[in-house]
C-alpha cells in the first residue's frame, strides 16, 4: 500500500519540481485525473445554455484537472499552493487564470461572482496540521465559507476526495454544511475496491428540489480507474444537511426565578401591565425551561 502523500510533507513540499514532473507524465494519472475531472464537471450540472462560465479548479496542479473545463467551453481560476505544480501548467500552457494560494487562508474573491468549482484530489490536505499554527477546523472553516460567499446562489462545487478515515470524511462535510451549503456525498462504484470514489456534492444555499443529489455510479468501473490512495472503507452518506440550528443558551441567569421577578418589577415600573407574582413564578420546570 503506497503511503498517503498528505502524511509524507506538506503539498508545496512533496509536489516539489521533481515530483510535479513524474505526477503529469504519468499516463495512469493522467487518465485518472481527467476522468475524476469529467465526471465532477457533470456533477456540477450546469446549464445547458451555450454560455461559458466561469468556474475554480481547487488544487489545480499542473492544470489535469483545468483542461476538461476547458474543453468543454468554460473559462476558468486555478489556484494552487505548490509553485512547481504550477510551473508545469505554466509550460503545458493551459488556458486558466492560475494563482499561487493556500486555500486553508481563504478565497479571495468577490462575492458570488463564482459559477461552480472543482476540487480533484486535494481538499484532504486541509485535514494536516503542517505548521503550528495551522489548527484543520478553523482551515476548512475559512476555506469553505470564502468558498460560500464567491459562489452564485445555486451554485454547485464538486470535491473529489480521499479522507484518510471517517474523522477526517466527518470534519470535511460538517465544515461545509456549517458555511451555509447543503448537499451531500455521492459514492460512485461503492463495491469495487479498486475505483471507488467518492464526491462531496454542494450547493451553495438551503436544500431544495433542484438540488436533489445526483446518482453514484454502480458497478466495478473501469479498469483504469483504480484509487491511488487507500482510504478506510466506512462510509458515511450524508445528503441534504444543512447549517445546523445553533443551540439556544440558557443559562441560570436567564432563567432563575430572581431573573424573572426582577424582569417583572421592570415591566411593572414601565407601566406594562404584568400577571401577579405567585409561588410558581420562575419555578424550575422538568426539562430545564
Ligand atoms: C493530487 S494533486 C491534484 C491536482 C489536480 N487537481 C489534478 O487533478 O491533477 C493535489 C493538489 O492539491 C494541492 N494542494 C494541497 N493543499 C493545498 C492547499 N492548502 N491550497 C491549495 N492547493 C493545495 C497540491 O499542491 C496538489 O497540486
Redesign the pocket.
Given at each position: 500500500m503506497a503511503a498517503r502523500?498528505e502524511l509524507i510533507a506538506p503539498?508545496?513540499i512533496?509536489?516539489n519540481d521533481t515530483e510535479?514532473r513524474k505526477?503529469?507524465s504519468s499516463s495512469r494519472?493522467i487518465d485518472i485525473?481527467v476522468k475524476?475531472?469529467e465526471r465532477a464537471l457533470e456533477m456540477l450540472a450546469l446549464p445547458d445554455d451555450g454560455v461559458p462560465k466561469l468556474l475554480l479548479?481547487?488544487?489545480?496542479?499542473?492544470?489535469?484537472?483545468?483542461e476538461t473545463l476547458s474543453e468543454n467551453g468554460h473559462q476558468w481560476i486555478g489556484?494552487?499552493?505548490?509553485q512547481s505544480?504550477l510551473d508545469v501548467a505554466v509550460e503545458r500552457e493551459v488556458d486558466g487564470d492560475l494563482f499561487l494560494?493556500?486555500?486553508?487562508q481563504g478565497l479571495g474573491f468577490r462575492p458570488g461572482v463564482i459559477d461552480g468549482a472543482i476540487?480533484?484530489?486535494?481538499v484532504q490536505?486541509?485535514c494536516n496540521a503542517d505548521k503550528s499554527c495551522h489548527e484543520p477546523r478553523l482551515?476548512l472553516k475559512a476555506f469553505f465559507g470564502s468558498l460560500y460567499r464567491c459562489l452564485a446562489k445555486g451554485a454547485r462545487a464538486i470535491f473529489q476526495l480521499y479522507p484518510e478515515n471517517n474523522a477526517q470524511r466527518e470534519l470535511i462535510y460538517d465544515s461545509a454544511m456549517r458555511a451555509g451549503f447543503s448537499g451531500g456525498v455521492v459514492v460512485d462504484y461503492p463495491n469495487s475496491s479498486r475505483s471507488k470514489k467518492e464526491y462531496l456534492v454542494l450547493t451553495c444555499g438551503p436544500p431544495s428540489l433542484s438540488t436533489a443529489l445526483p446518482k453514484g455510479k454502480d458497478g466495478d468501473g473501469p479498469s483504469d480507474y483504480e484509487s491511488d490512495v487507500d482510504g478506510e472503507e466506512t462510509m458515511v452518506y450524508v445528503s441534504d444537511r444543512h447549517r445546523p440550528q445553533k443551540r439556544q443558551k440558557l443559562d441560570e441567569k436567564t432563567t432563575g426565578r430572581e431573573w424573572v421577578l426582577g424582569r417583572k418589577e421592570k415591566m411593572r415600573k414601565r407601566g406594562v401591565d404584568v400577571p401577579d407574582d405567585t409561588k410558581y413564578t420562575g419555578r424550575k420546570r422538568k426539562h430545564g425551561f
Open positions: 502523500p503539498p508545496e512533496f509536489y510535479a505526477y503529469t494519472i485525473q475524476l475531472s479548479d481547487i488544487g489545480c496542479g499542473s492544470g489535469l484537472s483545468g489556484l494552487d499552493i505548490s505544480m494560494a493556500d486555500m486553508g476540487s480533484i484530489s486535494a490536505w486541509l482551515r
